[in-house]
């Protein structure tokens, strides 16, 4: 166990390093959200409205923040598909380390990547006009969710990127992010689609994220009838809890595949 903890620091300290030497990564995880924010609060944002009343911008943010963390999932699927590709991961799995150390180092430095890109995009929040009325308590469960989430599709975007040896396949995931993401109430309410989309939506895992960040910001939402619309809070911890289940066993699997 000792020697796993410390082959896992050694490779998220690499990961990170790779990071510092090409901070166009960083650049692009931070980027891209903080355009997404400035086109829905100033271009998009005039057009919505949000049931019961309130500020589309309130709303918006908390979904925009979940956005994020689904952006990260891709974000992975590359990083370990370009190793691959370069016969990094070979070289790994030809050294004395643990095998788990790999998985682990990659998880972790994402992890801090994406609290960075998360933290920057409060901080853009706070500067469009998006505020939080709830509790210190309420705002870091807030972030924890937010957090929780992107390290659960972390483990989706490690296996795919074990499973794919190709450059398309990333590119058709990130080309599924959107529909993924617009299929949920992060930017507008589930009850104003069909009844078939609608149930979809509520049951997206990412509509529960961004529900439960709005209820913990105090910032207004869409409310919904259905039992997962009014749990939203503990919904947002089952489901990445269950998205782990599966997932990391199989990206363990699937390394240790690769071996064979």
């Known amino acids: 166990m000792r020697w796993a903890v410390v082959?896992?620091?050694?490779?998220?300290?690499?990961?990170?390093?790779?990071?510092?030497?090409?901070?166009?990564?960083?650049?692009?995880?931070?980027?891209?959200p903080i355009l997404l924010v400035l086109m829905f609060a100033f271009l998009l944002g005039g057009m919505m409205a949000v049931p019961g009343g309130g500020d589309y911008r309130q709303a918006l943010l908390p979904g925009l923040f979940t956005m994020t963390m689904l952006f990260g999932l891709s974000a992975t699927m590359i990083a370990v598909v370009t190793d691959a590709q370069r016969g990094i991961t070979d070289r790994f799995r030809s050294m004395p380390m643990a095998p788990s150390a790999v998985l682990v180092g990659r998880a972790a430095a994402d992890m801090v990547t994406s609290a960075i890109a998360l933290g920057v995009l409060l901080l853009v929040g706070l500067a469009v006009g998006w505020?939080?009325?709830?509790?210190?308590g309420?705002?870091?469960?807030a972030v924890g969710l937010l957090l929780l989430l992107r390290f659960a599709l972390l483990w989706v975007g490690i296996y795919l990127?074990?499973?794919?040896?190709?450059?398309?396949?990333v590119t058709a995931v990130q080309t599924l992010e959107f529909p993924v993401g617009f299929l949920s109430g992060l930017f507008v309410a589930p009850?104003?689609?069909?009844?078939?989309?609608?149930?979809i939506a509520e049951w997206n895992p990412l509509s529960s994220?961004?529900?439960?960040?709005r209820v913990l910001f105090?910032?207004?939402?869409?409310?919904?009838?259905s039992w997962v619309a009014q749990?939203?809070?503990?919904?947002?911890?089952?489901?990445?809890?269950?998205?782990?289940?599966?997932?990391?066993?199989?990206?363990?699997?699937?390394?240790?595949e690769m071996s064979r």
């Open 191 to 199: 009850a104003t689609m069909p009844a078939v989309v609608s149930t």
């Open 209 to 213: 994220t961004a529900a439960a960040t």
């Open 7 to 32: 082959d896992a620091a050694v490779l998220t300290r690499r990961y990170l390093a790779h990071l510092r030497h090409q901070p166009a990564e960083l650049a692009g995880a931070v980027g891209f």
């Open 131 to 136: 505020r939080s009325s709830g509790s210190p």
């Open 231 to 256: 749990h939203p809070v503990l919904m947002a911890v089952v489901w990445p809890l269950l998205i782990v289940a599966v997932f990391a066993p199989l990206s363990v699997y699937r390394y240790r």
């Open 138 to 141: 309420a705002i870091v469960l």
């Open 161 to 169: 990127g074990l499973l794919v040896r190709s450059a398309g396949a």
């Open 218 to 225: 105090g910032n207004p939402g869409w409310g919904g009838d």
